[in-house]
């Protein structure tokens, strides 16, 4: 059993706390132990930046203390908070000044950043930590016959000095996706275009055009759903898309839901029946 | 006709800083025409520095700076000329750190400044390691500011003067294709150097074709000291590439194919140290001497292996970057191939102190300029700060000049000529190819017009380039689009080179001496007594060269032997 | 020698009714600019391409290679093999600008787009002197604010890769931004010009970006213009640009992250938009399937030290937006109701959960603050 400390953010509580006791299952199943990171808070979102950048850092600093603390590696299951997660650590790593100005503000909590431990977002983990392999065992109910649109989100592949993959050509997602029997489709044209979702309470106009971009283009490649390892392009595709002028009513996943669902759980538990956007493919 | 009061051909450190200073000081219509866009001239490639003499240089004047450019010109740049150049030196720096050049300061906050070769102070204002890229995208903004009007990717052809006035230019449109004639009463060139006549040994851009020196000298203006080619000791091995010298600031060892450091034979003390023509020379005499590394035995090593990858990683990431890059050596593990590489054009047209040439209304600034404030040898930031002074000058000039002189009417003629000249490169024979006669050009230069010169080799040059400069009338154009059109570029780009080839090989014969950059293994030493003189190079009507001299203004130092 | 096929765009609207791709065979050696050059001087003269310094700093010679943006002289060709695994290479010229011919763009627009945010300092005379031979002091540290900006050499790789730019025509560029942010950081800049510079940059699209972070992965310079909208945004929140999505988005992640350590996407749409209905149709939905909804995240126990962290970093440092405590005390109302205490009370009840249902007591000594350790 493999132990790792599991990061929520915001998308595994209130309404969403559900889809914490899925992951914890799943991973179960691939002998990973979750433990979750309870005191950690928000990463800021990436908004929180504008603010001030510091603040950013200060925050994760102490995320990845917490996490640090219990002697654990970090887990994190959406793009954005592994990708602010993961510019803190690079800033806090390169940054001696930042570094003790930070640790000195942790210290009343009895925490200290050191730098230790890693971070990992959900696709690396499978791949560096778990191995397809082990997925593919756990798998008792092969996909078979769907045809899943690979969907990575930026993220996690934007900006360079934090990508867990190959920004130009990533593989992680579907090598995930084919351990679990599906048919991969990930070459529509806007693979690569962003799922607006950032810019919902910016520029709203921006996110629709997105998702008419995404959605327009995988169901042009005959998708029975798309599947994305981040829950914030999830929730671009599953509620923001309700929103759009003529919804086309693609059905979404959150990869470690296909991944229950393969695994063996019913669509409730696996989270696939929680939808705004029904998943009908059995 | 697109009609200006001043056209300044160049968008480079010297062509931009004209345009400013012409924008600012005048309502006349000023435009500046470059063929590529403005940023990405060559300028942008210097990393190293400027020269001036700053309030606060302790102990520096601009008479000593004065002093090391003329000593370091080996007594051949024009006093005069030197003389307002490093006076103006603090005023040009502070003019453009305050529109926004980030130089790099001191802790109290001054422009700091450096030791650089030749140099008897440290006067040479930095920022970071890309002086000359800030200095650039300064500029540039600057002109954005002033609504500076810009003719991007046009390329001059042709100047068109009446024998005592400028009268107009015709240029190509790359972008649309067909040749302009532009009326204009001032033209200022700003358009670069030559150092690609070296064609794949040199760490000049791929566009640093002279083209300006060559439309002057066929629209019969002479040009200055054209055998004068500063060549840099470290140019990567395949491609002339610059590597920095603060490689070899930081502790890198020159080696040659038995792995000896063999700077201890031409400079015991100061071994990798000692100034770059000196290394430049013991490099190529290493190679020439049958000691290179690599098949060809055309190269040394700069060994770095021994600074280690932290230090290499700190220092000198550009450098490890680009021989990866380049070269495809990684410097932690494998020494780097190096050899000298064409540098800097240290002769072009023939002008005065002030930028003016013989013909009334025609200006050069910068490096395609001979001012001469360089002489035999530039020094290490120097030219920066010649493209900067004369660059402003030049256009102060031409704007009192442009302000007070009659209407111009250029004839159609040149238009039509040039057209003429264009169609005809699309049609002829194309027995020649581009690429080979162009890689051919580089390698006769570097062979008989290299670091070392001697009689014997240079007469055979120069018959090889009579014959290339035959051959060349078979190049043809094979792209008969009019848009954007690279290859009708290339080709022209190519023909200047032809063209400036020679006139550097003809004075550099007759200039029986070794004075700065021009070393001439039959004639070692300095002769002042028969070549203290600019050498002049004109083309005649009959398409052959003529070579004359020019007395070299000489005012506070008398000639003395230049030793460090 | 190893080769690998280039499929490159060919357009010339001169002569071509649509674009083509024209197969050829390069060696995979040195850069992609080398393969381009070594086609034109040995395949096909006709392709035209920019160029110029061959060495990454004059910004000539950004393509597409498989729809990614490249720097031409700054990709090895061995590379693009490994990462295209053996695949045809399609090179594409750059996105969102007019193809003029083959792989050689129009920057016109981009560059008419960047003018309009003021990118060149407009000196402020109280700090630099206006007579010439007079020096205006800049410390080292000030200059450590624009340090990554000043390199971008308007290579338009972030332009062509620009979500941002694909979907709003009004968008001035990443570069644009970062090239302005570039002035609004330096002390020399007059305060009249920082103003206009955000202004024109809400005009000019700032709170479109998406946040994508593209321009940042493929700016060959180091230059990170998501980051510097990020900074543009806050100068505007904090100049008083508080009307925007954008401001109230921020102002919600401010202060419900103090007060909660976390969002509340439920209360998102009506503190960002007025929309009050958003909220209740959500939390219908859910239950509906069945799914219970908090209507505020559960305060954890290291709330109250999150909070002083947090408020000692704000009050050092430069911000957009005031913690708005009148808000703050409205969400610790919402709280304590929900959870029927107040919210230092349900934080230590946090802390007591823990030990009991985890009995990490020992493990975490020292780590929990709060009054009753
Ligand atoms: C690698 C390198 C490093 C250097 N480092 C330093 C240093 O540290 N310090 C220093 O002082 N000097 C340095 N130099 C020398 C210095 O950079 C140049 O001499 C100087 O920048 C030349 O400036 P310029 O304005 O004359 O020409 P350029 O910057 O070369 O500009 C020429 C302009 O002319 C235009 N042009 C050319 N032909 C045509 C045509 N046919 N039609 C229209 N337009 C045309 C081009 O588009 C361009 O805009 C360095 C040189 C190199 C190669
Ligand atoms: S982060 Fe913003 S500016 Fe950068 S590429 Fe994405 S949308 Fe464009
Ligand atoms: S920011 Fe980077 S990618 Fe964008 S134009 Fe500037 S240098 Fe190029
Ligand atoms: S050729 Fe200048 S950046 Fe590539």
């Known amino acids: 059993?493999?132990?790792?400390?599991?990061?929520?953010?915001?998308?595994?509580?209130?309404?969403?706390?559900?889809?914490?006791?899925?992951?914890?299952?799943?991973?179960?199943?691939?002998?990973?132990?979750?433990?979750?990171?309870?005191?950690?808070?928000?990463?800021?979102?990436?908004?929180?930046?504008?603010?001030?950048?510091?603040?950013?850092?200060?925050?994760?600093?102490?995320?990845?203390?917490?996490?640090?603390?219990?002697?654990?590696?970090?887990?994190?299951?959406?793009?954005?908070?592994?990708?602010?997660?993961?510019?803190?650590?690079?800033?806090?790593?390169?940054?001696?000044?930042?570094?003790?100005?930070?640790?000195?503000?942790?210290?009343?909590?009895?925490?200290?950043y050191r730098g230790t431990n890693k971070i990992y977002h959900l696709l690396d983990f499978f791949r560096d930590v778990v191995g397809y392999d082990r997925i593919r065992k756990a798998v008792k109910r092969p996909l078979k016959g769907w045809k899943v649109g690979a969907y990575y989100g930026c993220h996690v592949l934007y900006p360079k000095h934090t990508a867990i993959d190959d920004g130009d050509n990533p593989s992680s997602l579907q090598e995930v996706l084919k351990a679990l029997g599906a048919e991969v489709i990930d070459d529509y044209e806007a693979k690569d275009t962003c799922c607006g979702y950032h810019a919902f309470f910016t520029d709203k106009t921006m996110t629709m055009k997105k998702l008419n971009r995404i959605l327009g283009s995988v169901k042009k490649a005959g998708v029975d759903i798309v599947a994305t390892p981040c829950p914030l392009c999830f929730k671009s595709f599953d509620i923001y898309q309700l929103q759009m002028e003529n919804p086309p009513m693609v059905p979404s996943a959150f990869l470690p839901e296909l991944m229950a669902y393969a695994f063996g759980l019913d669509k409730r538990k696996s989270g696939l029946g929680h939808h705004l956007i029904e998943v009908k493919k059995e | 006709m697109l009609e200006y009061d001043i056209v300044i051909v160049g968008g480079g450190g010297a062509g931009l800083y004209a345009a400013l200073w012409a924008a600012e000081n005048t309502i006349l219509k000023v435009a500046v025409m470059t063929k590529v866009y403005p940023t990405r001239s060559h300028t942008g490639a210097a990393e190293g520095g400027i020269?001036?003499?700053?309030?606060?240089?302790?102990?520096?004047?601009?008479?000593?700076?004065?002093?090391?450019?003329?000593?370091?010109?080996?007594?051949?740049?024009?006093?005069?000329?030197?003389?307002?150049?490093?006076?103006?030196?603090?005023?040009?720096?502070?003019?453009?750190?305050?529109?926004?050049?980030?130089?790099?300061?001191?802790?109290?906050?001054?422009?700091?400044?450096?030791?650089?070769?030749?140099?008897?102070?440290?006067?040479t204002c930095y920022a970071a390691d890309k002086t000359g890229f800030y200095i650039l995208q300064t500029l540039y903004e600057q002109c954005l500011k002033n609504n500076v009007t810009f003719l991007n990717e046009w390329f001059l052809l042709s100047i068109i003067h009446n024998g005592e006035r400028v009268e107009g230019l015709t240029a190509w449109d790359i972008r649309n294709g067909g040749v302009h004639l532009i009326k204009t009463k001032a033209?200022?060139?700003?358009?670069?150097?030559?150092?690609?006549?070296?064609?794949?040994?040199?760490?000049?851009?791929?566009?640093?074709?002279?083209?300006?020196?060559?439309?002057?000298?066929?629209?019969?203006?002479?040009?200055?000291?054209?055998?004068?080619?500063?060549?840099?000791?470290?140019?990567?091995?395949?491609?002339?590439?610059?590597?920095?010298?603060?490689?070899?600031?930081?502790?890198?060892?020159?080696?040659?194919?038995?792995?000896?450091?063999?700077?201890?034979r031409y400079a015991p003390e100061k071994m990798e140290l000692a100034p770059r023509d000196i290394v430049a020379r013991a490099i190529q005499t290493e190679i020439d001497e049958g000691r290179g590394c690599g098949p060809e035995g055309?190269?040394?090593?700069?060994?770095?292996?021994?600074?280690?990858?932290?230090?290499?990683?700190?220092?000198?990431?550009?450098?490890?970057?680009?021989?990866?890059?380049?070269?495809?050596?990684?410097?932690?593990?494998?020494?780097?191939?190096?050899?000298p590489t064409a540098h800097y054009s240290m002769g072009g047209i023939d002008t005065d102190k002030m930028g003016r040439t013989k013909i009334k209304g025609l200006y050069a600034a910068g490096e395609c300029a001979c001012i001469s404030v360089h002489g035999a040898n530039r020094l290490g930031g120097n030219s920066l700060l010649d493209i900067l002074v004369f660059g402003r000058l030049t256009a102060l000039e031409a704007v009192k000049y442009a302000d007070e002189a009659p209407e111009t009417t250029p004839s159609l003629a040149k238009q039509k000529d040039d057209e003429r000249r264009i169609l005809e490169l699309m049609e002829n024979d194309g027995k020649e190819s581009l690429a080979e006669l162009r890689r051919e050009l580089g390698n006769v230069m570097i062979k008989?017009?290299?670091?070392?010169?001697?009689?014997?080799?240079?007469?055979?040059?120069?018959?090889?380039?009579?014959?290339?400069?035959?051959?060349?009338?078979?190049?043809?154009?094979?792209?008969?689009?009019?848009?954007?059109?690279?290859?009708?570029?290339?080709?022209?780009?190519?023909?200047?080179?032809?063209?400036?080839?020679?006139?550097?090989?003809?004075?550099?014969?007759?200039?029986?001496?070794?004075?700065?950059?021009?070393?001439?293994?039959?004639?070692?030493?300095?002769?002042?007594?028969?070549?203290?003189?600019?050498?002049?190079?004109t083309l005649k009507e009959d398409g052959d060269y003529q070579l004359s001299w020019k007395p070299v203004t000489i005012t506070k130092f008398p000639p003395e032997e230049r030793k460090y | 020698?190893?080769?690998?096929?280039?499929?490159?765009?060919?357009?010339?609207?001169?002569?071509?009714?649509?674009?083509?791709?024209?197969?050829?065979?390069?060696?995979?050696?040195?850069?992609?600019?080398?393969?381009?050059?070594?086609?034109?001087?040995?395949?096909?003269?006709?392709?035209?391409?920019?160029?110029?310094?061959?060495?990454?700093?004059?910004?000539?010679?950004?393509?597409?290679?498989?729809?990614?943006?490249?720097?031409?002289?700054?990709?090895p060709m061995k590379e693009l093999?490994?990462?295209?695994?053996?695949?045809?290479?399609?090179?594409?010229?750059?996105?969102?600008?007019?193809?003029?011919?083959?792989?050689?763009?129009?920057?016109?627009?981009?560059?008419?787009?960047?003018?309009?945010?003021?990118?060149?300092?407009?000196?402020?005379?109280?700090?630099?002197?206006?007579?010439?031979?007079?020096?205006?002091?800049?410390?080292?540290?000030?200059?450590?604010?624009?340090?990554?900006?000043?390199?971008?050499?308007?290579?338009?790789?972030?332009?062509?890769?620009?979500?941002?730019?694909?979907?709003n025509e009004r968008y001035r560029g990443p570069f644009a931004f970062s090239k302005a942010y570039r002035f609004q950081v330096d002390r020399r800049d007059i305060e009249t010009a920082k103003e206009k510079r955000i202004r024109y940059s809400i005009s000019g699209g700032l709170w479109s970006c998406v946040q994508c972070q593209k321009c940042?992965?493929?700016?060959?310079?180091?230059?990170?213009?998501?980051?510097?909208?990020?900074?543009?945004?806050?100068?505007?929140?904090?100049?008083?640009?508080?009307?925007?999505?954008?401001?109230?988005?921020?102002?919600?992640?401010?202060?419900?992250?103090?007060?909660?350590?976390?969002?509340?996407?439920?209360?998102?749409?009506?503190?960002?938009?007025?929309?009050?209905?958003?909220?209740?149709?959500?939390?219908?939905?859910?239950?509906?399937?069945?799914?219970?909804?908090?209507?505020?995240?559960?305060?954890?126990?290291?709330?109250?030290?999150?909070?002083?962290?947090?408020?000692?970093?704000?009050?050092?440092?430069?911000?957009?937006?005031?913690?708005?405590?009148?808000?703050?005390?409205?969400?610790?109302?919402?709280?304590?109701?929900?959870?029927?205490?107040?919210?230092?009370?349900?934080?230590?009840?946090?802390?007591?959960?823990?030990?009991?249902?985890?009995?990490?007591?020992?493990?975490?000594?020292?780590?929990?603050?709060?009054?009753?350790?």
């Open chain 2, 298 to 339: 055309d190269y040394v090593y700069l060994d770095l292996t021994h600074l280690g990858e932290e230090k290499i990683n700190e220092r000198l990431p550009q450098t490890r970057e680009h021989a990866i890059l380049y070269e495809g050596v990684d410097p932690v593990k494998e020494p780097i191939p190096v050899a």
């Open chain 3, 216 to 373: 940042i992965h493929v700016c060959p310079k180091g230059v990170k213009p998501a980051e510097d909208i990020q900074n543009l945004r806050g100068q505007a929140v904090k100049k008083g640009f508080t009307d925007k999505p954008g401001a109230k988005k921020l102002k919600h992640y401010v202060d419900w992250i103090y007060a909660t350590g976390q969002i509340n996407r439920l209360y998102l749409p009506e503190e960002v938009y007025g929309n009050k209905e958003a909220r209740k149709k959500l939390t219908e939905e859910y239950e509906r399937m069945g799914i219970e909804v908090w209507e505020v995240p559960k305060p954890t126990k290291g709330l109250m030290k999150f909070r002083d962290i947090y408020l000692e970093i704000l009050s050092r440092e430069d911000k957009a937006l005031e913690l708005d405590f009148s808000h703050v005390r409205k969400i610790d109302k919402m709280v304590s109701d929900i959870f029927k205490a107040d919210i230092c009370t349900i934080v230590d009840r946090a802390h007591q959960n823990n030990r009991k249902s985890k009995g990490l007591i020992g493990k975490l000594k020292g780590l929990l603050g709060g009054s009753d350790d």
């Open chain 1, 1 to 112: 059993m493999i132990k790792v400390g599991f990061y929520q953010g915001c998308c595994f509580q209130g309404q969403d706390a559900h889809m914490f006791e899925t992951m914890k299952e799943v991973f179960r199943m691939i002998d990973v132990e979750l433990e979750l990171l309870e005191e950690t808070t928000c990463c800021g979102g990436n908004t929180i930046d504008e603010e001030n950048r510091k603040l950013s850092y200060a925050i994760n600093a102490r995320n990845i203390a917490l996490a640090e603390a219990k002697g654990l590696d970090m887990l994190i299951s959406c793009n954005t908070c592994y990708m602010v997660i993961a510019k803190a650590k690079n800033a806090l790593d390169n940054n001696k000044k930042l570094r003790d100005e930070i640790n000195e503000l942790l210290k009343e909590e009895g925490l200290e």
């Open chain 2, 187 to 264: 033209v200022i060139l700003a358009t670069g150097g030559h150092g690609r006549v070296y064609w794949n040994r040199t760490s000049n851009a791929l566009g640093n074709t002279g083209d300006g020196t060559a439309a002057a000298l066929r629209a019969g203006l002479p040009l200055k000291d054209m055998e004068f080619i500063q060549f840099h000791p470290t140019g990567l091995a395949k491609t002339g590439i610059l590597v920095t010298e603060g490689a070899r600031g930081e502790g890198g060892f020159l080696r040659n194919k038995d792995g000896e450091r063999f700077m201890k």
């Open chain 3, 81 to 167: 093999v490994k990462t295209w695994k053996g695949k045809p290479l399609r090179i594409d010229p750059l996105n969102h600008m007019k193809v003029i011919r083959d792989l050689v763009v129009d920057i016109d627009k981009p560059i008419e787009k960047m003018k309009t945010l003021i990118p060149w300092l407009v000196p402020d005379p109280r700090v630099v002197p206006s007579d010439p031979r007079h020096e205006s002091i800049i410390y080292p540290e000030e200059m450590e604010l624009y340090k990554d900006q000043i390199h971008c050499m308007l290579c338009f790789s972030c332009y062509s890769a620009c979500e941002a730019v694909e979907d």
């Open chain 3, 1 to 75: 020698m190893e080769t690998v096929t280039l499929k490159v765009f060919r357009f010339d609207p001169e002569k071509d009714k649509i674009p083509y791709y024209r197969d050829y065979e390069v060696p995979v050696e040195g850069t992609l600019l080398n393969a381009l050059l070594y086609i034109k001087e040995n395949l096909d003269p006709t392709i035209s391409f920019r160029a110029f310094c061959r060495s990454e700093v004059c910004g000539s010679c950004s393509v597409r290679v498989n729809g990614k943006t490249k720097l031409a002289c700054k990709t």
């Open chain 2, 51 to 123: 020269n001036a003499v700053l309030t606060h240089s302790v102990g520096d004047s601009p008479e000593a700076h004065a002093y090391d450019t003329v000593k370091g010109s080996d007594f051949l740049a024009d006093q005069d000329a030197v003389d307002i150049m490093c006076k103006m030196g603090a005023a040009v720096i502070y003019d453009i750190a305050h529109r926004g050049v980030p130089f790099s300061r001191r802790p109290d906050g001054r422009i700091a400044q450096r030791p650089f070769g030749g140099a008897s102070f440290p006067r």
């Open chain 2, 448 to 537: 008989h017009f290299g670091v070392f010169r001697e009689e014997s080799t240079m007469k055979q040059g120069i018959e090889k380039l009579y014959e290339i400069r035959e051959r060349a009338k078979h190049v043809k154009v094979h792209d008969t689009s009019k848009r954007f059109n690279t290859d009708l570029i290339s080709v022209l780009e190519f023909l200047n080179l032809v063209d400036l080839s020679l006139p550097i090989a003809i004075a550099a014969i007759e200039r029986k001496e070794s004075r700065g950059a021009h070393a001439r293994k039959d004639y070692p030493n300095r002769d002042d007594k028969n070549f203290l003189k600019h050498s002049i190079v």
